[in-house]
């Protein structure tokens, strides 16, 4: 059973960006406490379930594809660590089949459009998420094929940009800055789900049996400490983790990490498993676990963080006395 959320009286709670044709939905919400508690902010780009009946429409299976795209209720997860540890939290409430938070605006498939590539916006850059079918706009997915009944229009798209893809990183960057220059140093946590990897139970499963990967961009996002604290943490828990593979971070740590000017960021991948019931649709009886879990976690590297920003502020003062 899912324990009961109640949004903490005293943060701070702002709405933001619109849905296209969802009647006022607002694409995305931020909690923070003011003033900030931790050093942490904890985003949510995947976990969207407010679909407008326009994109529902144009769905060939809407509720098998919503399943598929989501990171199914990590966002509740993201709502009571967040409580519980005082961190920021930043949740999409627009759905990934709408448009990929994790994407940059030149990851498009312009071959999903009426008109093909417009002069105007972004570019046909045929990269490796892109020809996966998991570009700004997801084109299909393992086990089900093509997402939709038809091809998209340009004005779409743009929309989609404005609305929601452009306020929400601002967002995000925004509120990170603000962190930073509270504490001299910030840590963004990009949370996501994944598929079960293989068989955690089997003796020797190793990575191809993580119950979660942190990715840092190999090194590139985050200070080395806290992923190491990290890992020594999921050892400390006898839960298995893997480094990068195969999930290293998207555009999201490729936009926002900042780590020679005290901004970090890691993605921390969970295994949907551990949390939903059997059929990957519902929370499950690990639920409650694995929010204590991650509320450990959090709690101990908004200590380091906040660690790395004294000591960053010793050394400019240092520098400045010279």
Known sequence: MVPPFTPDPDSSRKEGGTIPGGQGMTAFSLDAPDPSSVPVLIAVPHAGRAYPGSLIERL????????????????????????????????????????????????????????????????????????????????????????????????????????????YHTCLSETLQQLRDRWGAALLIDLHSMPPLGNRGAPGG??????????????????????????????????????????????????????????????????????????????????AAMVGLLTGLVRRLAGEVAELGRMSEAGRWADAAE
């Open 60 to 167: 060939r299976n809407p509720g098998f594809a919503a399943l598929k795209l989501e990171d199914r209720y990590v966002d509740r997860l993201g709502e009571h660590i967040a409580r519980a540890t005082g961190a920021a939290l930043l949740v999409a409430r627009a759905p990934r089949a709408m448009i990929d938070l994790n994407r940059g605006v030149e990851e498009v498939d312009w071959d999903m459009f009426t008109r093909g590539k417009p002069g105007g916006i972004g570019s046909y850059t045929p990269g490796v998420r892109v020809r996966s079918g998991l570009g700004l706009i997801p084109r299909r997915i393992p086990g089900l094929g093509e997402l939709w009944k038809r091809r998209h229009d340009e004005e779409d798209l743009a929309a989609r940009i404005e609305q929601i893809h452009a306020p």
């Open 206 to 287: 190793g990575q191809g049996g993580a119950e979660f990967v942190l990715g840092d961009r190999f090194g590139a996002t985050c200070h080395g400490s806290l992923v190491g604290s990290s890992f020594g943490y999921f050892n400390e828990m006898r839960r298995g983790a893997a480094h990068n593979r195969p999930y290293a971070g998207g555009y999201v740590l490729e936009r926002h990490a900042d780590p020679a000017n005290g901004i970090h960021a890691i993605q921390l991948e969970i295994d949907r498993s551990s949390y939903l019931d059997h059929r990957l649709v519902e929370p499950g009886k690990g639920f």
